[in-house]
């Protein structure tokens, strides 16, 4: 009876997730260009395990999307999720084509990575996404929406860029209602 109950423990712990640590802005991690995954990874447990662990980690931090460098892993890879609209979506070695006849739209968005934070970006409304699933399954498909919005956002993640990086104006990050009444100069 003790060994299956160790056997059971053991089992698991395996299966359990665990909260990876979201590294934050400085991290040179967040500034590298992200390595491919390779197609012997996807069968790989400790990698399905990571895919596991990042859907939990951004579920536990309130996030809508987190990509594999914001957990110090350097490899082209990011979950989403938002509800409603946005299922729960793993992506491997994305490629996205920005669909400019759609035009940009602002999105104001948060990071992980950069905690209490929101800017004011530019999004395309509309991209295309390719990309392989956890299975190793080939997806290519069209997104708008806040879809599109996450996807670009993570896939951006991927190549080193932050939202500090796409701020038109730094006058957009700052809050200028103290001076409405000030005196001039």
């Known amino acids: ?17 665990t909260k990876l640590e979201i590294i934050k802005i400085g991290h040179p991690t967040l500034r590298a260009t992200a390595l491919e995954v390779t197609q012997s990874s996807f069968s790989d447990p400790k990698f399905q395990k990571l895919i596991d662990d990042m859907i939990f980690t951004m579920g536990k931090a309130g996030g809508v999307g987190l990509a594999a ?13 938002s509800w409603p609209g946005v299922p729960l979506t793993v992506v491997i070695n994305p490629k996205i084509e920005y669909i400019e006849s759609e035009g940009k ?4 968005e948060g990071c992980l990575s950069i905690p209490g934070k929101t800017l004011n970006v530019k999004r395309f409304k509309k991209i295309h996404i390719s990309y392989f699933d956890r299975n190793g399954t080939y997806i290519s498909k069209e997104l708008s ?4 919005i996450i996807a670009q956002h993570e896939y951006d993640h991927l190549n080193g860029v932050l939202i500090v990086d ?5 006058n957009t990050m700052m809050n200028f209602t103290g001076f409405t009444n000030a005196p001039l100069m």
């Open 1 to 17: 009876m003790k060994f299956l109950f160790v056997l059971l423990l053991s089992l698991t712990s395996a299966f359990a997730q």
């Open 69 to 81: 460098p914001q957990v110090n892993e350097s490899i082209r890879m990011f979950v989403m999720k």
């Open 105 to 108: 739209k602002n999105s104001s």
């Open 145 to 148: 929406g806040f879809g599109a």
């Open 166 to 170: 796409l701020v038109e104006q730094m």
